[in-house]
């Protein structure tokens, strides 16, 4: 079975500053979709960011990267120049395909992000 | 445009009540799913529809059922609740089951079961 874990239930970071979130996921397929979502006090849930694991590049948006080494099974987060806005709970999220009758997309336990001015 | 809505926004159940917690969505995504989120878990996913008419179980379905009779609608009920269903409970969709698709949260449901 697919699962995914975030070793760091809390994390804090400068205004400014960067900081990187791990999730580490254990599968034996090989396609598949990973996903970081935030999650701010208001409990909506907000997509960040994806990355096909065929695709060998890094996705980017804006202030958000990730680290995606697939051989390691690992997938992190990088915020650069954190802003207060960024503070939330941060769950790493895999998905793979009904073909392996199992479509749907599985949650590490979180990581909650602090920023400090 | 309103998106996922979930209904109510929040509430206190007795044990042994019933309960149906209701989600709309007006994106007409053929996908729907009801995830639990608790401290320390996660999101667990309780029970998924890919399209109207067909649904299935996900990793914590004992204790709730649900029904997909058309496209837009997707409810959770709780036939006998425990103090263990006492969670936040968020409504999702996305529009197919191709890999890429993001799942689509409503703003969830905070159930108290006393």
């Known amino acids: 079975a697919q699962t995914v874990t975030q070793s760091q239930p809390e994390m804090s970071v400068q205004e400014a500053e960067t900081v990187t979130l791990s999730c580490t996921y254990d599968t034996s397929e090989s396609d598949y979709y990973l996903f970081w979502y935030k999650q701010p006090p208001s409990r909506q849930m907000i997509l960040v960011i994806r990355q096909e694991a065929y695709k060998q590049q890094n996705a980017t948006e804006n202030r958000f990267s990730v680290n995606f080494q697939k051989a390691a099974k690992s997938f992190s987060l990088k915020i650069s120049d954190s802003q207060l806005g960024d503070a939330a709970m941060y769950f790493c999220?895999?998905?793979?395909?009904?073909?392996?009758?199992?479509?749907?997309?599985?949650f590490g336990t979180g990581t909650r992000l602090q920023v400090f001015p | 445009t309103a998106g996922i809505t979930q209904a109510p926004t929040s509430q206190i159940l007795a044990a042994g009540r019933s309960m149906t917690l209701r989600c709309t969505q007006d994106m007409r995504h053929n996908a729907m799913y009801w995830y639990r989120q608790d401290l320390g878990l996660g999101l667990r996913l309780i029970h998924y529809?890919?399209?109207?008419?067909?649904?299935g179980k996900g990793e914590v379905p004992d204790g709730y059922s649900v029904s997909r009779a058309n496209t837009d609608d997707f409810p959770l009920t709780l036939a006998s609740a425990v103090p263990s269903q006492t969670s936040v409970y968020f409504c999702?969709?996305?529009?197919?089951?191709?890999?890429?698709?993001?799942?689509?949260f409503g703003n969830g449901t905070r159930l108290t079961v006393t």
């Open positions: 529809s890919n399209t109207a008419g067909t649904t």
């Open positions: 999702a969709s996305s529009p197919g089951q191709a890999l890429n698709s993001p799942l689509h």
């Open positions: 999220a895999y998905r793979s395909g009904p073909i392996y009758n199992t479509d749907k997309l599985i």
